[in-house]
């Protein structure tokens, strides 16, 4: 046997019960192998925080539409607006101007 192999066998024979160091290869396993390890559980947590996060801005973009949406059908002026501002759509006698802002660059 290679004498530094056995010189660390007899180290750990003598420092570590067999059941410390089957119980050390154990927790290895979870933290580092397999398919449950705990830095995928990290991932697997922080996924889940981002997909609630988005979950609830969708719930509150769904509110907003239910609410405009309930508005619509009782409120013919809002109509006519949301109509006006979302299709460009225009009266006969007016005239229509859009507006683009194009962000500068302030790195200069």
Known sequence: MNPK?????????????PMTLVCLIVVAYIVFAGENTVFN????????DSLRSELEANRDTMLYYRDLNRRLSTDRHLMEQVVREQYGMKRADEDVYKFTHTPRNIEN
């Open 5 to 17: 192999l056995s010189s660390a066998w007899s180290w750990i024979s003598r420092f570590l019960s």
């Open 41 to 48: 559980s990290i991932e697997y947590d922080r996924t889940i």
